[in-house]
């Protein structure tokens, strides 16, 4: 120990002596070799031969240009022992390693005196680290910044504001995450933009770990093999371009987790099976750096189980203390033992099933069903997977039964490099696939609807070679799984309640796990005994033709929609039959297809001693079955009332089943015809509002209401005709250039051409015998039109109020009447005193009464009905005048009532209507027109008198 002692004296002695001239034998001594910048270093120098009249300069000879340090000279004074002292005096103003010399004065021109400069560095205050403008500094940092008092950070934008400032002392700052506050970025010296620039950053560190054969592809959370080469990066992504060029770099270290819960920073073997001593210390140069010079892996010594790695700085001492660690990461390692396992232990079939083969990294094996049997169809491979081999150049035996890259057909053979194939079954059963980095890989098989239902098992084997040089199954190195493949489902349901008329649309849904279609047909009455595609009515096709089917939903649902209005079905019972396979019908029997559904949806098979694409037998398929009803449709029609007033409004409602896109609305009465349209809601219902003119005559009118039917085409059609009875098409109503005429115009269902003149024409048929010809037109068995009628009566609008008679002063009483205007029309109620007249504005005086809106409602008989609510309170005595008018139709009536103090019994009487309103029964009933000829016109002729008889009893 005193040794040590002796030789560090002399060391320190050696550091501060300065060099020696030979020539004039000067000795230069600095206080110190290094100083903080703004410091003092003090040089002696001596010289026993020189007198004291001998003066000095210090010389800095750091760059190529020597340059004075003082300005003033330095003397040399007598100095203690007898030598000759001067001292010289340096204050450093910037950073950096400096060289100085001494020269004499005098004599003049006299060369600088030290053979070896002396040397001195000046340093940073406090050990800071000195940034320069444009460079990073980090969180956590003492760094120094020349001439620098505070650092600021401005807001962006045209007029930058003071986000975060930092105060230093003497261009030292101190940047705690206090003071910094999260505000990373730019930061200047002075004003915005001017001065020094510094960019504060967290120093961040994170960590990530991936397949060294497979960049990008990270290992965390994963299971690896211990043969399974890795590679682990360290991000530093502000800090390693930052410290890259400054010595010493920032470093890092990872420290490993074992499954033990101990704590190491070495971990696995180095390519070439060299061990990776350690993961401390790591430089940082870059914003990424590879922790490891060489991939790693684990080897077979290390435990398995779950590993965890994490990164933390090691330097400089300010991020080793303070810095947060980086993420941490896991991963499981594993023997390189092969296994194969199974993603679902069963499947149900025309759905795909995966198997996970693990063993060696980057090793190929044999994947195949073991033992599969040849004369059913197995799953198979799916087409250009990922790790598949499929450029494996051997052709081999691998086991009893299978070839490997090949396969024969007729005697001869076909290469299929990779694929596995057994006992002449085609096609393959299986491959070769190669693992991925990290031991694993995923092979998906494939069923349909053909696929045998029952238990398959998966092997995957080791390849090597025999002793002939083929490669074979490894018969020590393999793993199975089962997996078993399940007959699916399929269900039926047809929308509504079973029974339907014919041109409603029919919603068809249900489900299919079994296919990834459905195949539909229909049996009945006459109809083929195995059946007719659903889909190609009107057209009857065998049901083992169907190259229509209806795709399944991925969610395993199906629908269609079934449009009957061209089906060319008669009413009856039918069943549909959905199917997960195409099948010859209901047929207990498979049937050869003849068109182009075969090859699309058949089934590949030989039926006695024939060989082709066929339609499969109903109960090699699942199926699902559903009724549905088929009925005639029918319409119906309904007026708003049998009698309307001039000037209201009429509706015409009903029901239309089988869905029809219009009806056709005609009426008819003396000089007038006049057709509409109306659409159909989807429950079916129709409604039209038809104005009454004021002007149309007083008269008994008949309504014909036209449906389509089956074809959804107006089969007798109202058509403008030329005077040579041409049709011209386009024209539309009215148009008084053409004659109208209802012409039988279609013959899609067979009809013939009939026709007759409605409008324009003195050829033309009374209103009445027109209705007439146009219903026995519809009935003509040649066209599928139906239709229905009604009558009504159009009277002169009237309103009668029934007098309440006298009435008490402050009852309550209703006061009401009847009409024949439409219910739901208003009426206007309005009671006034007759006594009312002009009085002074000075009067105090008020006026009894009420006005008041009301609707029309229906009546108990063929008369509608009206009443208001009546409060005389605070009334007068006096007569009043009720006058109740129409508020769509011009109609007026009144009548007189008095309130009394006390009322006397009388019989009430009914006012007659006034105004427009006739009040005498002596008007003569107009003759009632020719009702067409057959029963249904008749009975509401009939009605239409019924309502003449109300009109002569007023």
Known sequence: MKIMAVLAVLLISALFMGAVSAADNVTVTPNVTSVEIGGTVNFTVTNASLTASTTFQLINVTGTTPAVETTTPMTIVLGGGGANVAYLEWTPATLGTFKFNINTTTPTGSALNLTVPVEIEVTTPGNSRAVTSGNDAFVFEHIYVAGATKLTKYSDGTSPSVVNQISGDNGVFYLTEAVVNGQYGTYYSGAYGAGTIVNIWYPEISIEAELAASKGDSIDGKTINKDTYVNFLINAPKVGPAFATLTPTATAKIVFTTPANGKTTDFGYASGAVPQTSFNPVPLTSAQTTANPNPVMAGNDATAGTWTAQAEYTSPDAFSDYAKKSNTISFTLQSSTLTITAAKDSVVRSNPFTVTISGESLHQYAVY????????????????????????????????????????????????????????????????????ASGKRTIQFNTDKTTEDKTYTVKVSDLIQDTSGDMIFDASNYDKVKVKVEKGAVTIAASGDGSYYIGDEIKLTGTNTDSTDVFLFITGQNLAENGILVKALPDKVAAKENGQPVAVKTDNTWEYKWDTSKIALDTGAYTIYATSRLTNGKSSEPALISGSAGPAYGTLMTVG????????????????????????????????????????????????????????????????????????????????????????????????????????????????????????????????????????????????AQSFIVWGSANKLQGSQAADALTKMIDSANIDDIYTKLTFTVAEPWIKITNPGDKALGSKFTIS??????????????????????????????????????????????????????????????????????????????????????????????????????????????????????????????????????????
Do not use: C
């Open 609 to 752: 001693g024939t060989s082709g694409y066929y339609a499969v037998k109903l109960s090699d398929s699942e199926y699902a079955t559903v009724s549905v009803n088929l009925k005639q449709p029918f319409l119906s029609a309904v007026p708003s009332g049998t009698i309307v007033a001039k000037g209201d409004k009429i509706y015409i409602r009903g029901t239309a089943e089988g869905n029809p896109s219009a009806l056709n609305i005609f009426i008819f009465g003396p000089n007038f015809f006049e057709p509409y349209s109306v659409s159909v809601e989807d429950d079916g219902s129709y409604e039209k509002k038809i104005e009454i003119p004021s002007t149309m005559s007083s008269n008994q009118y008949f309504v014909v209401v036209q449906h389509p039917m089956y074809n959804d085409v107006f089969d007798a059609k109202l058509v403008a005709v030329d005077n040579a009875g041409v049709v011209q098409n386009g024209i539309n109503w009215p148009n008084d250039n053409y004659q109208w005429a209802f012409k039988t115009v279609s013959t899609t269902t067979g009809g013939d």
């Open 369 to 436: 069903l073991e033992t599969p049997s040849n004369n059913e169809v197995n799953p198979t491979l799916q087409g250009g997977q990922v790790g598949f081999q499929s450029t494996y150049p051997e052709q081999s035996v691998p086991a009893a039964g299978y070839t490997l890259g090949y396969y024969n057909v007729a005697g001869v053979q076909v290469s299929a490099p990779g694929e596995i194939f057994y006992d002449g079954y085609y096609p393959a059963i299986g491959g070769v696939f190669k693992t991925d």
């Open 817 to 954: 009447g009847t009409t024949n205007l439409a219910v739901d029309d208003q009426v206007l109620v309005e009671v006034m005193s007759s006594s009312f007249s002009a009085v002074e504005k000075t009067s105090t005086s008020t006026t009894s009464g009420v006005s008041q809106a009301t609707k029309v409602v229906a009546g108990e008989g063929a008369d509608n009905a009206w009443s208001v609510e009546v409060d005389t309170t605070n009334w007068k005595l006096d007569e009043y005048t009720i006058k109740v008018n129409g508020i769509e139709v011009d109609v007026t009536t009144t009548t007189n009532f008095n309130i009394v103090e006390k009322v006397v019994t009388t019989t009430p009487t009914t006012a007659e209507p006034t105004g427009t309103t006739p009040t005498a029964t002596t008007a003569k009933p107009t003759e009632t027109p020719k009702t067409p000829g057959f029963g249904a016109f008749i009975a509401l002729a009939g009605l239409g008198a019924v309502a003449l008889l109300v009109l002569r009893r007023n």
